[in-house]
């Protein structure tokens, strides 16, 4: 899910938060600011257009070989929401949430990711089906996000078996 930003007005915090809707000293409500992607999400948003672990010792290569790849998507700044005038939000469209566009021929990212990949074989991550629906869980001993299509099917249950 999503997750509001709140501005507080009260001078107490500078800055925005994604924490809660009330000033942690005062209390006073703060102004909704825009919605986000949750940490997991944008975890998942990387693993998911790259392959790759989102989080490890290849992320500082990885990202300096592919950052002349990718643009920044001008519509929603590279949040993958618009936030809407009545305060919902809705998936960007022209990145379909992914807040960055490959600017290159697939072969050529292809060809970058192979390069990571065989640097830091350790790198490479689960395909996920996507990373804006489901239950995404994110391991901080794999440095992954697993993929849960339902909260039933997430850790724990699984010896339930079933589909
Ligand atoms: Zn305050
Ligand atoms: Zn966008």
């Known amino acids: 899910m999503p997750q509001p930003i709140w501005r507080y007005t009260c001078?107490?915090?500078?800055?925005?938060?994604?924490?809660?809707?009330?000033?942690?000293?005062?209390?006073?409500?703060?102004?909704f600011q825009c919605w986000?992607?949750?940490?997991?999400?944008?975890?998942?948003?990387?693993?998911?257009?790259?392959?790759?672990k989102p989080v490890?010792?290849?992320?500082?290569?990885?990202?300096?070989?592919?950052?002349?790849?990718?643009?920044?998507?001008?519509?929603?700044?590279?949040?993958?929401?618009?936030?809407l005038e009545d305060g919902n939000y809705r998936i960007c469209g022209p990145c379909e949430g992914m807040g960055w566009l490959w600017c290159v021929p697939l072969a050529e990212v292809d060809a970058r990711l192979r390069e990571i990949a065989s640097r830091f074989p350790d790198a490479v991550a689960a395909r996920l089906p996507g990373f804006l629906h489901g239950v995404l869980v994110y391991s901080e001993e794999r440095c992954e996000i697993t993929y849960y299509r339902h909260l039933l099917a997430a850790p724990g249950d699984q010896k339930q078996g079933g589909d």
């Open 11 to 31: 001078a107490d915090m500078e800055g925005t938060s994604d924490v809660s809707p009330h000033c942690p000293k005062c209390g006073t409500l703060g102004e």
């Open 36 to 52: 986000v992607l949750s940490r997991d999400q944008l975890l998942a948003r990387y693993q998911y257009r790259t392959g790759l």
């Open 56 to 83: 490890g010792p290849h992320r500082d290569y990885a990202d300096k070989i592919l950052a002349d790849l990718l643009v920044q998507c001008v519509a929603c700044e590279t949040t993958g929401l618009r936030t």
